[in-house]
């Protein structure tokens, strides 16, 4: 079965690797600059998406925000699901939320208030909508 060919722009970069250096992957320099937390693991009866919604997140927080992006870009790049409009984009970040083992508002939730991940984000959606031609560093459309 072939996959439609989707370009990658310029520098032929692999859907996962780094946007700066293709041969690492994508999320790397982030994952290696973030702090060690040093939380307890307490019971916690809340809904995941409160419990994602932390001040401040580790490396396993972040590490579960730069695998959805990962995974994203692979489903955008073999078209399936069709990432051809918004609709589409939104419904591979979904998939690849759900791949990790997130919803997607726990996904939401983890990315909020962490710019470097929304600044990873941004990069990720800005070349998926290069491919269908829309306006580059828009917010994934809610709902």
């Known amino acids: 079965m072939s996959h439609p060919a989707v370009p990658q722009g310029q520098d032929n970069r692999k859907p ?5 250096d293709p041969a690492k992957p994508l999320g790397e320099d982030i994952l290696d600059r973030t702090p060690q937390l040093n939380t307890e693991a307490n019971e916690d009866f809340r809904p995941r998406e409160a419990q994602a919604d932390m001040p401040e997140n580790g490396i396993a927080e972040r590490a579960k925000v730069i695998s959805v992006f990962r995974k994203a870009e692979e489903f955008i790049a ?3 699901p069709p990432a051809n409009d ?15 083992g997130l919803t997607f508002p726990e996904y939401e939730a983890l990315l909020k208030g962490d710019a470097e991940l929304q ?5 990720v959606l800005d070349a998926a909508r290069a491919n269908f031609g829309h306006e580059p560093s828009e917010p994934l459309p809610t709902g």
Do not use: I, M, P, Y
């Open 16 to 20: 996962g690797r780094s946007f700066d």
């Open 78 to 80: 073999t078209g399936n």
């Open 86 to 100: 918004e609709a589409g984009l939104r419904r591979c970040f979904e998939l690849a939320a759900g791949r990790v």
């Open 119 to 123: 600044a990873l984000e941004a990069k």
